[in-house]
């Protein structure tokens, strides 16, 4: 009579292509999503000196609207990051420029240090800070060989000053507490200080000043040359070197 009945083959295949149009809008948004930054997977391998609240901040400003974000954030050693993201573990790294690695793409930068000082000491009256000014005062520094160490002897043996390193460390942040303490100083890199200086309450103990001669920390953006970035990645590698570049600038 002019109708159409179906056979029972067209249940399972409606309820087949519904469950398949469900999908498909469900893609539809998912890929929305990820074009906005939405939603995916970050993995992020920092080195100690960013690790306590620079990189914390940063992906916390990252991430507050985008609750469809997951983040992996890791703090290990400079060569432990290198392979990490040489081998596709994590999309980025930060940590001290490693040697030219064809697996790694890298964006590098040169952080000049400063000399960090209590806000009492009469060196804090000065605009910057000499070997001269510190010639045979007690130094904290990092550990014999390390480019930092060697290019603050370097500094101190052509001004004719004399270097006293008092506490040897393995990243600066110790270091800070016992310039603190009035026990030294410390020539120390700008996202040490910089973390130092964004986390005090109140009127902050110490201060800073740039060293004269430069004396830098090389530290790089790490990515695989293997495979290609997220977008998610690409937008986070661009807010950590801007990051870096204004804290750079943050002391001198």
Request: charged residues 25%; glycine residues 4%; aromatic residues 6%.
């Amino acid at each position: 009579k002019g109708r159409l009945l179906h056979k029972p083959e067209a249940n399972h295949f409606f309820e087949e292509a519904e469950a398949l149009l469900d999908r498909l809008e469900q893609v539809s948004h998912t890929m929305k999503d990820l074009a906005g930054l939405k939603e995916g997977q970050l993995k992020i391998a920092c080195m100690p000196a960013s690790a306590q609240f620079i990189m914390p901040r940063l992906v916390a400003d990252f991430v507050r609207d985008k609750p469809q974000v997951k983040v992996s954030l890791m703090m290990r050693a400079s060569s432990v990051i290198e392979e990490w993201v040489a081998s596709h573990q994590y999309d980025i790294g930060l940590s001290e420029t490693p040697t030219p690695n064809n697996s790694l793409k890298m964006t590098n930068f040169e952080l000049n240090c400063v000399c960090a000082m209590r806000h009492d000491d009469p060196l804090a009256e000065q605009s910057v800070i000499t070997p001269e000014d510190l010639s045979d005062k007690p130094m904290a520094t990092l550990q014999e060989g390390h480019p930092t160490l060697v290019a603050t002897r370097r500094a101190f043996s052509t001004a004719g000053a004399s270097l006293n390193p008092r506490f040897e460390l393995r990243n600066f942040q110790p270091g800070l507490k016992l310039v603190e303490e009035k026990l030294c100083y410390c020539i120390c890199d700008p996202m040490t200080a910089s973390s130092y200086m964004d986390y005090q309450k109140g009127e902050p103990t110490l201060v800073f000043r740039p060293f004269i001669p430069r004396v830098s920390l090389s530290v790089s953006i790490l990515q695989s040359s293997q495979r290609p970035t997220s977008l998610l990645a690409e937008v986070f590698r661009d807010i950590l070197a801007e990051s870096l570049i204004q804290m750079n600038h943050q002391f001198h």
